[in-house]
């Protein structure tokens, strides 16, 4: 199975998963009519132009997917990625997140005819959501240079390893995602436990002294299905020696990658679920924010340990995050224009201070 086919094989899945909260609240709502005969073809009649509508602008979207992933694909087909073409895609990722912003913002009621958002609401949520994840998986990279360096990655090997972890977060977030949009449709109070969980979260990297570790649960379980050959052979996953299959230390890497962004997810998507609950503004945000994030990587590398208060400002952000979303019904309910100044000046604050540290230090 090649990168797109691992994408793709699960879109018709994922968008049933999301279509199907919308439709169960349209039903209930074309139960109240008073005449059931009436109802009843009106509620049949939602319900198939809801569907037909929320599936094609879901599968529109993974086909948008596809095609992002084949461009990234090809951009890295040399192996080494420089610094300097990592930059200008990275430019261009972000570039293309906006441009989608724009299009949210000009065809929000083709996207999703039923949502109760304004296409202004909806474009400044998509942004702040997509900034939200951006910032938060950039934490992610810390642990992606840990990986690489416990299983000696060879350099021009990286992007693709990348590549293929990247892709299976891509997957696995999908799920999560439409998981936790029905639980939200279903159990309202779970609002509330991620509150709770993002501001327990945010604290406990505050006080968190240590560095990040690397669940061997991966590589554990796949050296249990199948044994793993000694060395790399090139991008190869799988390889046939004296008869018998191995899986290579690639896999291991990916493997270990994509976990460990799904542990990282476990407080993004609660985050961003503060942000907006809208199911497909969710997936999209962070669809462009994971595939802006292998360029990111490769600008970033050499820069990581200059950050210093990269972990100060997440855990704010988290915390912040809980908050808003406690407060979401109440009179005090934080409108997301704020919490995207919030976010951008957060971050800006820690590259600044980060950065004039440093000068300090050299300084002295």
Known sequence: MNPTESVSSISSIVSSFFTSSSVTSTVSASSAISNPTAASSVV????????????????????????????????????????????????????????????????????????DYSPQKASIAFITGYLLEKSLSVDNLFVFAMIFGQYQVPEHLRPRALLWGVIGALVLRAI??????????????????????????????ALD???????????????????????????????KQS????????????????????MFALDSIPAIFAVTQEPFLVLAANVFALLGLRSLYFVLQGMMDKFIYLKPALSFIMVFIGV???????????????SLGVLVSTMLIAVVASVYSKKTVVTS
Not at 81 to 106: E, N
């Open 176 to 205: 999560m995602i439409a998981v936790g949009a029905q639980l939200l449709a279903q159990y309202h109070w779970v609002l509330y436990v991620f509150a709770a969980f993002l501001i327990a979260t945010g604290v406990k990297l």
């Open 243 to 262: 008869g018998k299959w191995l899986l290579t230390p690639m896999m291991l890497v990916i493997g270990a990658i994509a976990v460990m962004d799904v």
């Open 324 to 338: 808003k979303m406690l407060l979401v019904e109440s009179q005090w309910a934080i409108p997301t224009f704020v």
């Open 44 to 115: 049949s009649g939602s319900e198939a132009v809801l569907h037909s509508s929320n599936t094609a602008a879901y599968a529109c979207f993974f086909l948008l997917t596809l095609v992002l992933v084949a461009i990234d694909i090809y951009q890295t087909r040399g192996g080494n990625v420089t610094i300097k073409k990592a930059s200008i895609w990275s430019i261009i990722w972000i570039m293309l997140a906006f441009v989608f912003a724009g299009s949210i913002y000009l065809f929000w009621d083709v996207y999703d005819p039923s949502s």
């Open 209 to 239: 002294k240590g560095e990040d570790s690397i669940s061997p649960y991966p590589e554990k379980l796949l050296r249990k299905i199948m044994p793993v050959s000694e060395s790399f052979h090139g991008n190869s996953l799988l390889i």
